[in-house]
């Protein structure tokens, strides 16, 4: 029997043209719109928004980064084929969380905490997902590489976190746990501060070998005659250059502007891509009602997004909502994933 060889197109997730505009092209273009709007107005001056002072940058990114996360709850509660499979999950385990949270100060710091570190790990992941589909797609053994894969993931987005120009910004906060009276976790920020040279040099020096022994991996396969997807190598190598160079060195000061910008988009794109039969399902098909379904899909999230980022940070109780939305972003995702895959 002949071995079929992929197509061009099937070797896409979802089409040439989609992939390259909102899963492959992304980090390179938010590396440039991050060094574009660096010491701009729309990232410096700060504008007066109910009562809150905040940039134009800084509204945009935040409503765009609550959007992608309640995006989740399309791909859990409105997915018929995976809702009705755990519906105790879906429904008490969000309303109990959200109940502790409004109502312990303890359960909040950790909340956040956890939160901070999950949202690490899961942009690592998402990358890592993308790596194997594209290479299910190009017809690659579904083992080979896999577990290079995954660490050269975390490896080159949570190693230039840990130990570059970031680092301060994302272990700050543990410094809440002062307000619960635990100050052994509160010393985290000022030890990681005080070791901070030597992780930058660990980290960077073993992110370097990571990136060196996965590179030759592909080279070395290439040649033996395995496939390679080079949509695959091109997304992980540009996210990890941009990775090291943004949370590593900040040099333009908009990290976390540009390494959330490109996240949002992927994910915002993946689910559509993905759902969006499910969200017209009951109607007619035509172009008017995949239209509708654009329109409600991308007007309530980002209306949540909007509401999430603009709102007074003192209503504790719409606070402790964006805790738990994002803690059920984490979750649900990676659990709908391996549900997907036993289906399949």
């Not at 590179?215 to 990775?243: D, E, N, P, W």
Request: glycine share 6%; aromatic share 14%.
């Amino acid at each position: 029997m002949t071995e079929t060889k992929p197509s061009a197109r099937t070797r896409y997730i979802v089409s040439p043209q989609y992939d390259w505009a909102f899963f492959l092209l992304p980090p390179i273009v938010s590396l440039l719109l991050g060094i574009l709007v660096s010491g701009s107005t729309f990232s410096d001056t700060p504008i007066l928004l109910l009562g809150q002072e905040m940039t134009w940058a800084e509204i945009t990114l935040g409503a765009l980064i609550h959007s992608h996360l309640v995006a989740v709850f399309f791909r859990s509660h409105r997915n018929k084929s995976i809702f009705p499979l755990y519906p105790a999950r879906f429904i008490w385990i969000p309303l109990i969380l959200w109940l502790a949270i409004a109502s312990s100060l303890f359960v909040a710091v950790v909340a956040t905490v956890v939160a901070t570190f999950w949202d690490v790990w899961h942009s690592g992941a998402q990358t890592f997902g993308f790596a194997r589909i594209y290479d299910r797609n190009a017809g690659v053994p579904p083992k080979e590489f896999r577990r290079l894969e995954f660490w050269m993931n975390q490896l080159l987005y949570a190693g230039p976190i840990l130990g570059g120009a970031s680092m301060l910004a994302h272990v700050s906060s543990f410094d809440d746990f002062e307000d619960i009276g635990t100050t052994f976790f509160s010393a985290v920020p000022v030890a990681m501060e005080d070791n901070q040279s030597y992780l930058t040099i660990a980290i960077l020096g073993i992110g370097t070998l990571v990136a060196l022994a996965y590179v030759a991996a592909h080279v070395r396969a290439y040649r033996q005659g395995i496939r390679v997807s080079k949509q695959k190598v091109f997304l992980v190598a540009t996210t990890g250059l941009c990775s090291i160079y943004t949370w590593g060195f900040n040099t333009w000061g908009e990290a976390f502007f540009i390494m959330n910008l490109f996240h949002a988009v992927q994910y915002l794109a993946l689910v559509w891509a993905t759902e969006k039969e499910q969200l017209h399902t009951r109607r007619d098909g035509s172009r008017h009602s995949k239209r509708r379904a654009a329109v409600g899909f991308f007007g309530v999230v980002a209306a949540y997004g909007i509401l999430a980022q603009v709102a007074d940070p003192g209503l504790n109780g719409l606070w402790s909502l964006t805790i738990v939305v994002s803690l059920m972003h984490f979750w649900y995702d990676s659990f709908v994933w391996s549900v997907r895959k036993q289906q399949v």
